[in-house]
């Protein structure tokens, strides 16, 4: 914790201890573990640092010395556990620990130094966790590179990370290998696979080449990923100084109190708690099994294998997403956790009956949902589908967040099993304090009324955007004192806490004045049963500026004209200036993998040598 001593997290326990979160936390961690792994891994790490601490020690006691011994320690105790499982190999905590190690000090025996990037393209594979441990426990952050950017794109998302090594799959060199010329920091090519350029590293000879034992530590939290880029440039979001101060002696101090920031930390972890943590054991390992369908460099997914970080889960990553291989994959490695974006879910339910009714899928317990909107029926159908392959419950959770605020509220089946009216929100803020504001009456909304959605969470306390030219200053608001992070969107809150989004402030269509939002038609156009995916945009029009266009995906083998989507929307009561005044079909929209529509590339057509508001 730095230099901010022992006795000072002493003092802030006792709000702590106020918070259900806290106890949560500290609950689903001890199960998770057990009673006597935790006493061995404590055991573990007092023997590795030489003494344990004494109680004269606690006012000089400081995490960061202790915790890259404990998360070795802890991978011994798990020992034979099944770590990750990848492609068809299988690899135990102890066989994960030695190549973590031989790879940190590889890294370092390359010249990487605490603080310096060491950047991935990378598959979902074991590779990416085996770097991101290396990156950890030798004090680099490792920039998460998205492979399915352009040669532009990709260029600077590199460059704004400025990395002096990159680790990728030999399945990406023809990504690089044009644009190599302009990468001006990276001076170390590292080469999962078997097709290694000369002039680059094989990823399995340095691991085998490199000695197994500690090297030297500076740890950081590694996490670095990049936001979407659905409403501008991706940007790299630095994650290590929030997320790692407590345990870090790299990360930079936090802007707020020590109390506020650990406050913050409990709260944004304790979506282990509130996911299951404390009821999920497999019956044979006894632990979390999370499955990972999608992208390992998306912010989202992280919610998908932080059990497998913290808490000794077995991770399941799928190097490409296919729906009926999901399902199989669930019933023969008895998963319990996974993460996803609705457009899977869709993909999962339009699936054949013969191939959807084939798997036992009794084990799932938690299927979190977040990166896009989820409509209500999309949240039954799939509880609906998982009861009838041999749940017991409904599986359904969602969460709000984003890129830069993390986790903020957390949807669970209590929750709308009391009131189905939920079913329709992401959740209660449970993990973050969100708030929404009224920019008119410069005030915070009162239940109902719709506003800014507003964030301080423990990732937008230290937010910073690595290489970015933008100003920074712009994504806060600063009310009564404190910054509060806008992620553009737009939304209310119920008098109990639970949050409905509106929609995205800049996707909002301004039609003679009146404001309207996508999201609304968007869900109303989906619950027709002939739909399978929908972008409502705007649309140029002479006399009220834009008005909204609906361009759509119907399910296989359907076919369905304009004045039925109208005729559907008349039936909701859907008011004239709401009903889109273009509708067209398409074969398929285009999402980005991680569920987003990419709005902006349907809308540039429309616009195409017109002037327009945004």
Same mark, same amino acid.
């Not at 190690?101 to 130094?113: E, F």
């Not at 290590?240 to 020590?258: M, N, Q, T």
């Not at 000794?312 to 296919?322: I, L, S």
């Not at 619950?527 to 705007?538: N, P, Q």
């Given at each position: 914790?730095?230099?901010?001593?022992?006795?000072?997290?002493?003092?802030?326990?006792?709000?702590?201890?106020?918070?259900?979160?806290?106890?949560?936390?500290?609950?689903?961690?001890?199960?998770?573990?057990?009673?006597?792994?935790?006493?061995?891994?404590?055991?573990?790490?007092?023997?590795?640092?030489?003494?344990?601490?004494?109680?004269?020690?606690?006012?000089?006691?400081?995490?960061?010395?202790?915790?890259?011994?404990?998360?070795?320690?802890?991978?011994?105790?798990?020992?034979?556990?099944?770590?990750?499982?990848?492609?068809?190999?299988?690899?135990?905590?102890?066989?994960?620990?030695?190549?973590?190690?031989? /790879?940190?000090?590889?890294?370092?025996?390359?010249?990487?130094?605490?603080?310096?990037?060491?950047?991935?393209?990378?598959?979902?594979?074991?590779?990416?966790?085996?770097?991101?441990?290396?990156?950890?426990?030798?004090?680099?952050?490792?920039?998460?590179?998205?492979?399915?950017?352009?040669?532009?794109?990709?260029?600077?998302?590199?460059?704004?990370?400025?990395?002096?090594?990159?680790?990728?799959?030999?399945?990406?060199?023809?990504?690089?290998?044009?644009?190599?010329?302009?990468?001006?920091?990276?001076?170390?090519?590292?080469?999962?696979?078997?097709? !290694?350029?000369?002039?680059?590293?094989?990823?399995?000879?340095?691991?085998?080449?490199?000695?197994?034992?500690?090297?030297?530590?500076?740890?950081?939290?590694?996490?670095?990923?990049?936001?979407?880029?659905?409403?501008?440039?991706?940007?790299? !979001?630095?994650?290590?100084?929030?997320?790692?101060?407590?345990?870090?002696?790299?990360?930079?101090?936090?802007?707020?109190?020590?109390?506020?920031?650990?406050?913050? /930390?409990?709260?944004?972890?304790?979506?282990?708690?509130?996911?299951?943590?404390?009821?999920?054991?497999?019956?044979?390992?006894?632990?979390?099994?999370?499955?990972?369908?999608?992208?390992?460099?998306?912010?989202?997914?992280?919610?998908?294998?932080?059990?497998?970080?913290?808490?000794?889960?077995?991770?399941?990553?799928?190097?490409?997403?296919?729906?009926?291989?999901?399902?199989?994959?669930?019933?023969?490695?008895?998963?319990?956790?996974?993460?996803?974006?609705?457009?899977?879910?869709?993909?999962?339910?339009?699936?054949?009956?013969?191939?959807?009714?084939?798997?036992?899928?009794?084990?799932?317990?938690? /299927?979190?949902?977040?990166?896009?909107?989820?409509?209500?029926?999309?949240?039954?159908?799939?509880?609906?589908?998982?009861?009838?392959?041999?749940?017991?419950?409904?599986?359904?959770?969602?969460?709000?967040?984003?890129?830069?605020?993390?986790?903020?509220?957390?949807?669970?089946?209590?929750?709308?099993?009391?009131?189905?009216?939920?079913?329709?929100?992401?959740?209660?803020?449970?993990?973050?304090?969100?708030?929404?504001?009224?920019?008119?009456?410069?005030?915070?909304?009162?239940?109902?009324?719709?506003?800014?959605?507003?964030?301080?969470?423990?990732?937008?306390?230290?937010?910073?955007?690595?290489?970015?030219?933008?100003?920074?200053?712009?994504?806060?608001?600063?009310?009564?004192?404190?910054?509060?992070?806008?992620?553009?969107?737009?939304?209310?809150?119920?008098?109990?806490?639970?949050?409905?989004?509106?929609?995205?402030?800049?996707?909002?269509?301004?039609?003679?004045?009146?404001?309207?939002?996508?999201?609304?038609?968007?869900?109303?156009?989906?619950?027709?049963?002939? !739909?399978?995916?929908?972008?409502?945009?705007?649309?140029?029009?002479?006399?009220?500026?834009?008005?909204?266009?609906?361009?759509?995906?119907?399910?296989?083998?359907?076919?369905?004209?304009?004045?039925?989507?109208?005729?559907?929307?008349?039936?909701?009561?859907?008011?004239?200036?709401?009903?889109?005044?273009?509708?067209?079909?398409?074969?398929?929209?285009?999402?980005?993998?991680?569920?987003?529509?990419?709005?902006?590339?349907?809308?540039?057509?429309?616009?195409?040598?017109?002037?327009?508001?945004?």
């Amino acid at each position: 914790m730095g230099d901010k001593g022992f006795m000072n997290f002493i003092r802030a326990i006792p709000e702590l201890a106020r918070l259900e979160q806290t106890s949560g936390l500290l609950k689903a961690i001890a199960t998770q573990w057990g009673a006597m792994n935790t006493l061995r891994i404590l055991l573990k790490t007092g023997s590795k640092t030489g003494h344990l601490k004494t109680i004269r020690d606690l006012a000089g006691f400081r995490l960061a010395d202790i915790t890259p011994n404990f998360i070795v320690s802890m991978w011994e105790v798990f020992g034979e556990r099944e770590a990750i499982i990848s492609e068809g190999k299988r690899f135990t905590f102890n066989a994960m620990k030695g190549r973590v190690l031989r /790879l940190a000090n590889a890294l370092q025996s390359l010249g990487l130094k605490p603080k310096d990037r060491c950047a991935e393209l990378l598959y979902n594979g074991n590779e990416f966790f085996e770097a991101f441990f290396a990156c950890s426990l030798t004090g680099c952050p490792m920039p998460f590179l998205n492979w399915h950017l352009t040669g532009e794109e990709l260029v600077d998302a590199i460059n704004r990370a400025r990395p002096r090594v990159l680790i990728l799959h030999d399945e990406l060199l023809d990504m690089i290998a044009p644009v190599r010329h302009r990468l001006p920091t990276i001076e170390h090519y590292v080469v999962a696979g078997t097709r !290694v350029p000369e002039g680059m590293l094989s990823y399995e000879e340095l691991i085998a080449n490199a000695p197994e034992e500690m090297p030297e530590t500076h740890l950081v939290v590694a996490l670095n990923p990049y936001t979407g880029g659905t409403t501008g440039t991706p940007k790299n !979001v630095n994650y290590y100084d929030s997320i790692g101060y407590a345990f870090s002696d790299l990360a930079e101090a936090p802007k707020v109190s020590l109390a506020e920031y650990l406050r913050f /930390l409990v709260l944004q972890f304790s979506f282990l708690y509130w996911f299951g943590g404390t009821e999920i054991k497999d019956p044979i390992t006894r632990n979390i099994r999370c499955l990972i369908p999608g992208p390992l460099y998306h912010a989202g997914s992280i919610a998908g294998w932080v059990p497998f970080i913290l808490l000794g889960a077995t991770a399941v990553p799928m190097m490409r997403f296919d729906p009926e291989a999901f399902l199989a994959l669930i019933e023969k490695e008895r998963i319990n956790w996974v993460f996803v974006v609705p457009t899977m879910l869709e993909r999962i339910l339009a699936l054949p009956e013969d191939a959807r009714r084939r798997y036992d899928l009794s084990t799932m317990r938690t /299927l979190i949902c977040a990166a896009a909107p989820a409509t209500p029926e999309l949240k039954r159908a799939t509880n609906a589908f998982f009861q009838a392959q041999g749940c017991a419950h409904n599986v359904f959770t969602e969460f709000y967040g984003s890129s830069e605020t993390g986790v903020s509220s957390v949807l669970l089946a209590k929750d709308y099993e009391e009131k189905p009216e939920r079913y329709a929100s992401v959740g209660k803020i449970r993990c973050a304090d969100t708030k929404v504001y009224d920019e008119e009456s410069r005030a915070w909304c009162p239940p109902g009324r719709d506003g800014k959605i507003l964030t301080r969470s423990l990732t937008t306390i230290s937010l910073n955007y690595a290489g970015s030219p933008e100003k920074l200053e712009s994504a806060f608001k600063k009310i009564d004192g404190e910054l509060w992070f806008d992620d553009g969107l737009l939304g209310h809150m119920d008098k109990d806490s639970f949050l409905y989004l509106t929609g995205r402030e800049k996707e909002m269509i301004i039609t003679g004045g009146v404001n309207i939002f996508p999201n609304e038609i968007e869900a109303a156009i989906k619950s027709h049963d002939k !739909v399978m995916d929908v972008a409502v945009v705007r649309y140029p029009h002479a006399e009220l500026g834009e008005v909204p266009a609906a361009v759509i995906q119907l399910k296989d083998g359907q076919e369905i004209g304009a004045g039925e989507i109208i005729e559907h929307l008349k039936a909701m009561a859907f008011t004239s200036l709401k009903i889109p005044r273009h509708i067209e079909f398409l074969d398929e929209l285009p999402r980005h993998i991680d569920g987003k529509m990419m709005k902006k590339q349907i809308e540039e057509r429309f616009w195409a040598g017109i002037e327009r508001r945004g």
